[in-house]
């Protein structure tokens, strides 16, 4: 971090040891979108699902020393499509969990979910599992974006997903829906989120579309929106947004009262979170205060192979890195954190990041409250810029 040198403060750190979720990767679909970096595969004709809810259970095993007698305040099943999965094999999953970690009473489960793969009877037996919350991966409602998309769906068969969710008894869910897509205008964007609205959600995802590396689009990149239509596009939605009582509360996070993801702010709040399933990541603290990012194999084949590890590998982070660690992902919140929780999350002290702190003001990018880690305006604009000024 620029202009300080970081340091536990002698004696007592004030470190506490963060909540602790679990995020569980399933990492087949149907078929891999174009635009898609995450570790996912397309299915074959039958899924392993008996061998891979082992492999998961046997994962989880070898990570229960770093649980440190903590219970699971959330678990959430990406992928991949998660929603591929028969309740069957979910059920003993999640059975196994609890028999190796306590949940909390209120434990929010999350699981996503294509709408190419809803069926009511499917979905009503995941919500007597105890899966009390779906993310719903829409993109658009729009036939030829879909198209562009590659997605499985149609934009009928997404509104109808969102009515089953409800008949099944999931009275929270998420709806992922992009803009900036290939040719889009400002209407197109904003019809999508008209349709999404009237769905009812208690969550919206509502992010830009990104070409990352090792995707088709990489590749060969669509014709996107200019970067004025983006901008008037971001503009417009989080006004229509707001007039129908969703709040921003991340930078591509809006909710209901009180209906926030709290898998997600987990992650943002720099807390803890096992990992387990091919390419599954983790952060995990010990009651000394010592932080450790660590990965899964990647390729499902690998997972499987009892011959291999797991663990892929894992890294310390350094006093050093934490300012920048912690400030990367809580500042991603429209209303930021309260300062006392950086000391809580990384045992540092706050005059850690005066220096840094004192700069990102006078530039304009950070708040002057001394009782708040928050960004202003331009710094969730500029993030990059704010996060600078607290490199190592």
Partial sequence: MKGTAAHLAAGSTGFQLPPLALYVHIPWCVRKCP????????????LPEEAYIDALLADLEQDLGHVHGRE???????????S??????????????????PFARDIEITLEANPGTFEQAKFAAYRQLGI???????????EDKL??????HDGSEAVRAADMARKAGFDNFNLDLMHGLPEQSIEDALDDLRIAIAQG??????????????TVFWNQPPELPEDDILWD?????????????????EVSAYARDNQQARHNLNYWAFGDFLGIGAGAHAKLSSPEGRIIRSWKTRLPKDYLDPAKRFQAGERHLDQDELPFEFLMNVLRL?????????????????????????????????????????????????LNDLLQHFLP
């Fill in 35 to 46: 635009y898609c970096d995450f570790n996912s595969h397309a299915a074959g004709p039958e």
């Fill in 201 to 214: 959600p208690t969550h919206l995802s509502w992010y830009q579309l990104t070409m990352e590396p090792n």
């Fill in 334 to 382: 429209t209303d930021g954190v309260p300062a006392e929780l950086f000391t809580q999350r990384t045992g540092m002290a706050l005059t850690d990041l005066a220096a840094a702190r004192g700069e990102a003001e006078t530039h304009g990018l950070l708040l002057k409250d001394p009782s708040r880690l928050v960004a202003t305006r331009e710094g969730q604009l500029f």
């Fill in 233 to 249: 596009i971001q503009e417009a939605g989080q006004a229509l947004l707001a007039e129908h009582g969703y709040a921003q509360y």
């Fill in 147 to 152: 198209k562009a998309l590659g997605r499985i």
């Fill in 84 to 101: 591929l999965f028969s309740a069957n094999a979910l059920g003993r999953l999640l059975d196994g969990v609890e028999q190796r970690v």
């Fill in 132 to 142: 009390n919350r779906l993310s719903i991966g829409v993109q658009s409602f729009q």
């Fill in 72 to 82: 699971l305040t959330s678990i959430f099943f990406g992928g991949g499509t998660p």
